[in-house]
T-cell receptor, first 119, second 114 residues
Framework: SAVISQKPSRDICQRGTSLTIQCQVD?????MFWYRQQPGQSLTLIAT?????????ESGFVIDKFPISRPNLTFSTLTVSNMSPEDSSIYLC????????????????FGEGSRLTVL | SQQGEEDPQALSIQEGENATMNCSYK?????LQWYRQNSGRGLVHLIL?????REKHSGRLRVTLDTSKKSSSLLITASRAADTASYFC??????????????FGKGTKLSVIP
């Protein structure tokens, strides 16, 4: 299993500013994912962040808007840049301890999320 | 594209009753997972069922999988007020960017009335 700490848990931000969300895991994990959950909606994958390589972004998400760092196997950050009200969402960090192949999919462990409100 | 689609979108039952939620998906899978999300919290893994399994139990949870119909159901027996949450199914696969990932459905919001 894995315990994930996310900071901040919530924040209110002004339009045009940037905010960095931190994700700390209590064990070393290879695969880390950043999701966005808009109010009342499901989760949408932003990017996959593996240590030692560039993050892989999903369609509709770009590095300039959501830069990600993954300096080691227990930590990652997601920055939401130049925020607008449309970026108001919950951002969730998650990790897999067993997803090494389609035949060995592991469960995902999630942080508590960071609720961003952009005014 | 979104894989899982749950129904109903919302379900309200009395404490002690059973709750059944359904999930349909579009392409072949290796496994399907169910997660719970309490209001304002992160997701918690409930159960994983592999494509070669038809039924799985965990405490008061029972999950079935019908790969021919590309559907799964989650049954919560003898529900409790603490079961009030949103429930999501998630299917594995490759994203458009080529990353292996889980894709989540839209969820069923369950309310258990004491």
């Amino acid at each position: 299993s894995a315990v994930i700490s996310q900071k901040p848990s919530r924040d209110i931000c002004q339009r045009g500013t940037s905010l960095t969300i931190q994700c700390q895991v209590d064990s070393q994990v290879t695969m880390m994912f950043w999701y966005r959950q808009q109010p009342g909606q499901s989760l949408t994958l932003i990017a996959t962040a593996n240590q030692g390589s560039e993050a892989t972004y999903e369609s509709g998400f770009v590095i300039d808007k959501f830069p990600i760092s993954r300096p080691n196997l227990t930590f990652s950050t997601l920055t939401v840049s130049n925020m607008s009200p449309e970026d108001s969402s919950i951002y969730l960090c998650s990790v897999s301890t067993g997803m090494t192949s389609p035949a060995n999919t592991g469960e995902l462990f999630f942080g508590e999320g960071s609720r961003l409100t952009v005014l | 594209s979104q894989q899982g689609e749950e129904d109903p979108q919302a379900l309200s039952i009395q404490e002690g009753e059973n709750a059944t939620m359904n999930c349909s998906y579009k392409t072949s899978i290796n496994n399907l997972q169910w997660y719970r999300q309490n209001s304002g919290r992160g997701l918690v893994h409930l159960i994983l069922i592999r494509s070669n399994e038809r039924e799985k139990h965990s405490g008061r949870l029972r999950v079935t999988l019908d790969t021919s119909k590309k559907s799964s159901s989650l049954l919560i027996t003898a529900s409790r007020a603490a079961d009030t949450a949103s429930y999501f199914c998630a299917t594995d696969g490759y994203s458009g960017a080529g990353s292996y990932q889980l894709t989540f459905g839209k969820g069923t919001k369950l309310s258990v009335i004491p």
